[in-house]
């Protein structure tokens, strides 16, 4: 591979100024060790992340720094770049100057003519914090589950906990509505919702495949993530987003392997909308939604491959203007693969187009009522399947 090229490319990234981008370039040779190598360069984000002054990082060692736990492994790291392998993804521990660390993840290349190493990261502690919570969560609940309905009781209060505010949406558009139904006291469906102050919301619709804990689980690594992906990324269109999402969660569950968790994917669509534009986003995995405007209704598919499968997946996404009086739906498959009904059979994604295009000009919370009163009635004495999840959104249009 070309080092010249990706040494220029790090090196001319020092001006970057986010605090989630931090540079060092350190002086170096194949017979130094980490502890004698020494910090040439550095940026203003990186001091202010660690808290150091220029003075106290320039011409000191960089093995200081660096955690006394992960010394060992960043010196195999360097000792690999000094023999001309490039570092495309390393994570380890600094140590700030008010004594906490920081988690780093970094790319580095060396430049053997000129003794140096040239290495840009990211802050990620904030994911690491993420992920650190979701192994906590799995381990309390699988040991919860022994405890039955008590502990699922308690299991569902914490999921409630993170999960968002499901009133948010009606802060932002009044004319909408969530009809949600759990099969199990915990529930792999979820909504979620993020304003961000670029004009955007976003809105996304969940199911976990499978349902109860393992579900539940799965849903609030969602969560998570969903938080982590949009608040780094704001401008970013969903599919980007997805992309960023799977990533995450294919590396937990992956590196995580010991706690016993799921073995399926989490379908998801999930949408950006400019209200003050009427500009759509979308994206989807193994998800679809409907936009119905005058009895008319128009399916838009996402990719078919669930978050979570395949953690080399890029989604693709498609991004259009929203007319007037156009209601945006979002469901799982629940409601559609629920049995009932005289003979016995599936109630169908067709019959539930047919449903909600008969129902689109009512007001939102009527067409709640209507879709609660439709599925009690055809499930009758049948148990439910699956969570049940649909939800209903008028959007203003471009403006």
Known sequence: MDTRRIAEELRDARDITQIEKLIGIVRSSAQQSIQERLFE???????????????????????????????????????????????????????????????????????AEENRIYAIARDISRQKESEKRIIEYAENLHDLIDQKNEGLRYARMLQDAIFPDYDFISHVFPDSFIYSQSKDIVSGDFFWFDRVNNGKVFMACTDCTGHGVPGALLSIMGVTYLNTVVTANPDEHPAVLLTELNKLICKTLDKKHSVKVIKDGMEISLISYDYLSGRLEY?????????????????????????????????????????????????????????GGINGKKFMRQRLKNTVISIS???????????????????????????????????PGSR
């Open 41 to 111: 360069l550095s940026s203003k984000s990186f001091e202010k992340t660690l808290g150091y002054t220029e003075a106290e990082l320039l011409g000191n060692r960089f093995g200081n720094f660096v955690a006394e736990e992960d010394r060992d492994k960043t010196a195999r790291e360097y000792d690999a770049l000094t023999k001309g392998n490039i570092s495309s993804h390393f994570e380890n521990r600094y140590k700030c100057k008010d004594g906490s660390l920081r988690w780093l993840a970094w790319r580095s290349v060396a430049v």
């Open 283 to 339: 994206a989807g995995a193994g998800g679809a939604v409907w936009l119905v405007r005058k009895g008319e209704l128009e399916e838009i598919k996402g990719d078919r491959l669930a978050i979570g499968m395949e953690p080399d997946c890029i989604y693709e996404g498609l991004s259009r203007d929203i007319d007037d009086d156009t209601v945006l739906y979002m469901f799982s498959d629940g409601f559609a693969d629920q049995f």
């Open 361 to 395: 000009h009512l007001p939102m919370h009527e067409q709640k009522l209507f879709l609660q009163d439709t599925m009690e009635k055809w499930m009758g004495n049948q148990d439910q399947l699956d969570d049940i999840s649909i939800s209903g959104v008028l959007l």
